[in-house]
């Protein structure tokens, strides 16, 4: 079709197709097309959605608009309770005459607040289906899964469904500062626009409360973890406010991170001790300052003395007494206080990813009813690949929640594929065997295992004021999956791939079957190009290539070197009995199965070994095979994935299509540079040639260190 023609179609049809750039994320609402749709489309004509709250209005501007988009015609809409055949009613028994007249009282105690059921019904003889909640907010979380059912499933006019969440508390972490920089961002500014507020609303703010919710993401922790004291102050907590108040008719709550030293920094306290009643009571009088401002104010997040944070150690007290001082101040309000555990002092010998275990446990069962201990996945840091964090199934007198990192600090910010799903799916079904076999992490953190009332999760957010979100259009998956195991974590990883390729990329079958094979073979292979066999941290100090020969930093545990401890004899980080015996902080049988050479698995096995190059893996070949093998076999994936995505032109609009196009060119390249430095520089260890299957690398280590920080040759470096 020639351009002028497409613009006179437009024109003729006074219709604009909407730029595919990434904006509406999965979100869309085009017109489906195939015999599927026309299903739907037989069996919705109107929406009644009666009650005129601010969420009530967030329905109805969410459905009207995406049921006629989806369906191809006009869906009217209607506040009265009339009722017709193909009508769909939205709403709770409170709000909505018809869901009163169903009496599911039962049926939706069982889904809770947030919960809700969609079903097909008689009602007055016609045939309707039904969204039914206790609360408006259940009542929008079900409008999006209807949403998302018409988009991915058949059509029924047999719906019964029943869905709540299984966490309480489902964060998106912001390490936004208020300069509008973002921590380990790679999607553009804050979409906060902290300068702007409270004169000046970004429409943006909407669009992303929409996106969480519409995946039951019911929290977002505003500022960097690593937090500026400023974001306390009256200006700035006014802002905040702001925000609360465009996030509310979406359940989306607001939490912040206080500096633990801003009583000092803010008001001139001469301490910051948690244990000092007038610290005590300033953190009192400025919750209560936040809660006038933000009534439905969530709580604290804490990073403290950890990379530098004050904290309460740093006033010669725990990590318990300054986690309750704040927790007693939001308490009066129903507020939580998730405090981290990200923790790990440079003490000289230690093993980092032992520290905040040794540190926090002798606290189990000493921190206050509102405090959630908040976990990364891994014991050191979000790497490719790491073992579950030990804590995770050893502090059963504790309520811990796990963070994961949805933003790609370590697979290749947003220039790579790297579908998360599956590392998250791994680590939650990881079985920690704290009460015998199965009691996997899932169940440690949603209360199965040991009967945890607050249950919560957190992702830390990949989103940024790119117009696409994410930077990479795929990345939007890592939103979506983390939004969609946070409200139900035995989603599979497939399923979720399945469900946001639909919805975002295309509808056609074949299609979206290739799609989804990329994304999950995506991140294995960024661990096999960057990181195989359990090795981590051998990145350069942006965190994006490699750097495994070190560079200078300021403490050891910030080195490359120390974690892969290459050496004349081999490689890996002992953390047997033989070394710093960190896995004995593993319960049976996992504990003996890690440490024993012959029974670790190979994925983790320099993680916890450090062994002989010329080690007989399983696979037959030697150590130095292997991972000569495992890193040419990433570098091939992403050669492989180019030409597969290349074959999807025209099944894809062609923006989206050559944009991702063109961030595969980068990470082909990006996958051998790392190739090329982890094998020259452990070359130098391990004094073996590369095996016949991998390719040779065209550099040498000399040349491949003399790269910039993303990979351009540049002059004098290191
Ligand atoms: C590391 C990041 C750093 C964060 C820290 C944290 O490199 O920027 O501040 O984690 O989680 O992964 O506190």
């Known amino acids: 079709m020639s351009i002028c023609f497409a613009v006179l179609l437009f024109a003729v049809s006074g219709v604009r197709a909407p730029a595919e750039d990434g904006y509406r994320l999965w979100m869309r609402y085009d017109t489906l097309a195939d015999a599927n749709a026309q299903a739907w489309r037989s069996s919705i004509n109107t929406v009644v959605i009666p009650g005129d709250s601010p969420t009530m209005r967030a329905i ?39 869901i009163a007249s169903l009496q599911l009282r039962d049926a939706l105690a069982k889904v809770g607040d947030e919960g809700f059921l969609i079903r097909s019904e008689k009602i007055d003889g016609r045939s309707v289906t039904v969204i039914a909640a206790s609360t408006e907010l259940g009542a929008l979380y079900g409008a999006f899964h209807f949403l998302r059912l018409v988009q991915t499933q058949p059509a029924s006019g047999n719906l019964n469904i029943s869905e709540k969440p299984r966490f309480l508390f489902r964060l998106l972490n912001h390490w936004d500062n208020l300069d509008g920089s973002i921590e380990r961002g790679y999607a553009g500014q804050s979409l906060w626009k902290w300068n702007e507020l409270p004169g000046t609303i970004d429409p943006r703010l909407t669009d992303y409360a929409r996106a969480s919710a519409s995946l039951g993401i019911n929290g977002a922790v505003l500022n960097n973890v690593n937090a500026d004291a400023k974001s306390l102050t009256p200006e700035y907590l006014r802002k905040a406010a702001a925000i609360a108040d465009v996030f509310r008719p979406y359940g989306v709550r607001v939490y912040l991170v206080p500096r633990f030293s801003a ?4 008001d001139g306290l001469e301490t910051a001790d948690p244990l000092d009643p007038k610290v005590a009571a300033w953190w009192k009088a400025k919750t209560d300052e936040i809660y006038k401002l933000i009534p439905d104010f969530g709580g604290y997040l804490v990073k403290a003395n950890s990379e530098g944070q004050p904290g309460p150690m740093t006033y010669g007290r725990t990590h318990a007494d300054g986690a309750n001082m704040l927790a007693a101040a939001v308490a009066r309000y129903g507020g939580i206080v998730m405090w981290r555990a990200f923790i790990y002092d440079p003490v000289p010998g230690s093993d980092r990813a032992a520290e905040a275990y040794n540190t926090l446990k002798p606290f189990d069962g000493k921190f206050a009813p509102n405090v959630i201990l908040q976990v990364k996945n891994g014991p050191v840091d979000f790497m490719p690949r790491e073992p579950f964090h030990p804590i995770f199934g050893s502090m059963p007198h504790t309520q811990v929640m796990p963070e994961v990192q949805i933003t790609q600090e370590y697979l290749g910010h947003s220039n790579s594929i790297a579908f998360l799903a599956t590392m998250w799916r791994e680590f939650l079904d990881s079985d ?8 996997t992490v899932t169940r440690v953190v949603d209360g199965r295992l040991y009967g945890q009332t607050l249950t919560a999760i957190a992702g830390v957010a990949n989103t940024g004021d790119d117009r696409n979100w994410t930077g990479h259009h795929l990345a939007q998956a890592n939103w979506f999956a983390y939004g969609r195991l946070a409200w139900n974590p035995d989603m599979s990883a497939r399923e979720i791939a399945d469900e946001w390729t639909e919805m975002t990329l295309t509808h056609d079958r074949k299609s979206v079957d290739e799609i989804v094979r990329l994304l999950l073979e995506s991140r294995e292979a960024v661990v096999n190009y ?17 750097g495994p020969w070190g560079y200078p930093v300021a403490r050891p545990d910030w080195s490359p070197v120390y974690y892969h401890r290459a050496a004349n004899d081999g490689i ?6 033989t070394g710093t015996n960190a896995v004995a902080q593993y319960h049976e049988p996992l504990r003996s199965r890690y440490a024993d050479l012959s029974t670790c698995p190979d994925d983790m096995l320099l993680w916890f070994h450090h062994v002989p ?44 299509h050559t944009a991702v196009a063109r961030k595969l060119v980068i990470q082909q390249r990006d996958a051998k540079w790392w190739r090329d430095a982890g094998l020259l520089y452990f ?17 040498t280590l000399d040349e491949v260190k003399a790269l910039d920080d993303y990979g351009h040759p540049q002059k004098a470096k290191k």
């Open 60 to 98: 109805l501007a969410e459905l009207v608009p995406a049921l006629s988009g989806l369906l191809g015609k006009s869906i009217a809409a209607s506040a009265n309770n009339t009722l017709a055949d193909g009508t769909l009613v939205v709403g709770t028994p409170s709000t909505s005459s018809a």
């Open 263 to 266: 009583p000092i920094e803010i």
């Open 432 to 439: 920690t065997y704290a009460k015998g076999p199965g009691s």
């Open 530 to 546: 960057e990181m195989p066999l359990g090795l981590a941290h051998l990145m350069d100090n942006p965190h994006y290539g490699p």
């Open 572 to 577: 890996g980080f002992d953390r047997t009995a």
């Open 613 to 656: 190059w010329t080690y007989k893996m399983r696979s037959g070949r030697t150590l130095w095979d292997e991972l000569c093998l495992r890193y040419q076999r990433g570098v091939d994936w992403t050669g492989d994935a180019r030409k597969r995505w290349d074959a999807l032109a025209g099944i894809i609009d062609a923006e989206r």
């Open 683 to 699: 070359q130098t260890f391990s004094k073996q040639p590369f095996p016949a299957d991998v390719d040779q690398p065209t550099r």
